[in-house]
């Protein structure tokens, strides 16, 4: 292509809304444009970039024995009414409607904007599969996805509108699916060496996708809005929803008492005041957090130093769970917020369950609300004193604290998702009735599994870790083109007619090249070139003409070779970049 005959519109300054260098890179280097918050245009040099990283993927799930399929962006409402998770996601889902009109009836089909797949996938295996001599089978699409972020940023990472990579396995039992599990776990590995990017793989909460286990494929930066916990040596890595840890133990622990003692504790309403102005340290407190879950009241309770981590809560079997009103506490438990506690408090048609941190076992001389405005209640031993219906770990792990298994510490990154596996087990083929007969004629639930990439966020991830204060630095694999060929001498006939002749060795020798024939003074092709991330820079200017050598610049490395007209094009291909 050349640079004269194409779109690629460089800018020299950013956006002020673009707050990240990935980001900013891309709408600089004339990549992507911003049509509305959340929603952008791929121009020319952007399509290419995604082009190559769907063709990766498409690679390596044909090679993994998944079957392509595409499926439709719109999808009834009845379908997710039908299906685990309707509840749960709706609040993200684009409604579709005729513009300008109000619907008729209400029983007039509503249809969804699909921000994934598992429901349509389910329901068509459904109708399709019905022996077991069917399976197993996984069916992959690549696919627009839509999703209503209240607060679009970053660019690409969080878009309203976004191309997904997503799959889903179908199988006769868990060994089986565990089977195919790993054959897209392997997959993964093999799409996100080929991108060039550096990953990590750490255990992940399955979240409202439901399942059994599952991994995120993320990319270590300091951008990234997700947090993981590792090990120094990596051999413990989990999402921050999903890790546990060793908590330090109480330096100081409070008194043991025969019996809990009230204590006056007038204004006192947070963690920090009962500290400082009783003494009571936030590790000696219990902390009493009131939630509705699935329509019920429930007590979720931990140490006053912690935080809860409500991933936790959700894996607890808790498909829908929001904090209570104070007007709902008040009733239940005849309290304001902030004299809070479980101490006589017992399951009944109010209280559904009181659930404590693993943290809190065996734990005495603690300090709690003691469901009575202005007072407290010091001595709690809690395995005496509060009837604990479920202990689990419920807490946000920390940095420092320990990895329960190996006893090393733990530190926290921030990192971007760029892929998910998950084991999703029988959740929707029970729904949907994604059933097969076995070798005895007997009905079974498919046993599932579903794998999904961002492709547009994996574009972008891959370009928040591979700049320079300069540009863009794509790997050779994902690269809009891999050469860019630089006239800087076009009024020199012999330079011109040299440049030409490389553009169409490389043609025909298969790579993939750019001709940056513009009338253009060098300074300004020179930092077009370092801010679009072309691999090779191929230069014809004075250096040619005086010595018959063009300069070849790799973007990566930074340095510079030379190399005789007729051996451009075997320069280019034995040096990967």
């Not at 009834?76 to 009414?81: R, T």
């Not at 209503?148 to 060994?175: H, N």
């Not at 006893?407 to 998910?420: D, F, N, S, T």
């Not at 870790?465 to 540009?471: A, E, L, P, T």
Request: with cysteine; hydrophobic share 40%.
């Amino acid at each position: 292509m050349r640079w004269t005959q194409a779109l690629i519109p460089t800018l020299r300054e950013a956006p002020q809304d673009a707050e990240i260098a990935s980001h900013q890179l891309l709408l600089r280097g004339g990549f992507i444009r911003k049509l509305t918050g959340g929603v952008y245009t791929f121009l020319p040099m952007g399509l290419r970039t995604l082009r190559k990283i769907e063709n990766i993927i498409r690679e390596e799930m044909d090679r993994s024995g998944a079957i392509e399929l595409l499926m439709p962006a719109l999808q009834p409402q009845e379908l997710w009414k039908q299906g685990p998770r309707y509840d749960a996601a709706k609040q993200v889902m684009f409604e579709a409607r005729p513009a300008g009109a109000a619907r008729k009836t209400s029983s007039e089909q509503v249809l969804l904007l699909g921000p994934t797949h598992e429901e349509v996938i389910t329901s068509l295996v459904a109708g399709e599969i019905r022996s077991y001599r069917q399976l197993p089978k996984n069916f992959y699409q690549l696919q627009t996805k839509f999703r209503d972020e209240i607060r679009p940023r970053f660019g690409l990472m969080r878009a309203k509108e976004f191309l997904m990579k997503d799959a889903y396995s179908f199988d006769v039992d868990d060994a089986s699916a565990e089977k195919s599990y790993k054959i897209m776990y392997d997959a993964y590995v093999r799409i996100f060496q080929r991108c060039g990017v550096n990953y990590r793989i750490v255990e992940a909460d399955t979240g409202v996708m439901g399942g059994s286990f599952s991994h995120e494929f993320v990319v270590p930066s300091t951008v990234g809005e997700s947090e993981i916990a590792l090990t120094e040596d990596g051999g413990y890595a989990a999402s921050i929803e999903k890790a546990a840890s060793r908590a330090a133990p109480r330096a100081s622990p409070g008194a043991s008492m025969a019996q809990p003692e009230k204590f006056a504790t007038p204004g006192v309403v947070t963690i920090d005041a009962l500290d400082k102005q009783h003494g009571v340290t936030a590790e000696n407190q219990i902390k009493t957090l009131i939630y509705i879950c699935d329509s019920k009241m429930m007590l979720f309770l931990l140490r006053g130093d912690h935080q809860l981590n409500e991933a936790k809560v959700g894996a607890l079997g808790i498909s829908e769970f929001r904090p209570a009103t104070e007007a709902e506490i008040v009733t239940a438990l005849g309290a304001h917020p902030g004299s809070l506690g479980a101490v006589g408090v017992a399951v009944s048609k109010a209280i559904a369950a009181v659930v404590a941190d693993e943290c809190l076992r065996g734990q005495s001389g603690m300090t709690t609300g003691a469901n009575e405005d202005g007072f407290h209640l010091r001595g709690v031993e809690v395995e005496r004193d509060i009837k604990v219906t479920r202990w689990a770990d419920l807490r946000t792990a920390c940095a420092g604290e320990l990895d329960p298994k190996t006893g090393k510490p733990l530190k926290i990154e921030r990192a971007i998702e760029v892929g998910h596996v998950f084991k999703l087990g029988t959740k929707y083929s029970e729904a949907f009735k994604a059933l097969y007969l076995d070798v005895n004629g007997k009905t079974h639930p498919c046993v599932m599994g579903c794998y999904g990439i961002g492709v547009t966020r994996t574009l972008q991830a891959i370009v928040e870790q591979n700049h320079d204060k300069d540009g863009m630095i794509w790997p050779s694999s994902v690269a809009p083109y891999k050469v860019l060929i630089q006239l800087l001498e076009a009024g020199n006939q012999k330079a011109t007619d040299a440049a030409e002749k490389a553009y169409a060795d490389l043609q025909a020798a298969g790579v993939d090249v750019l001709f940056d024939d513009r009338d253009e003074r060098p300074g300004v092709k020179f930092k077009d070139a370092d801010l679009l991330g072309i691999p090779f820079q191929v230069r014809f200017g004075k250096k040619f003409l005086e010595s018959g050598k063009v300069e070849i610049k790799n973007r990566m490395t930074k340095t510079s070779s030379e190399a005789d007209l007729t051996s451009i094009v075997s320069a280019i291909k034995d040096v990967p970049a």
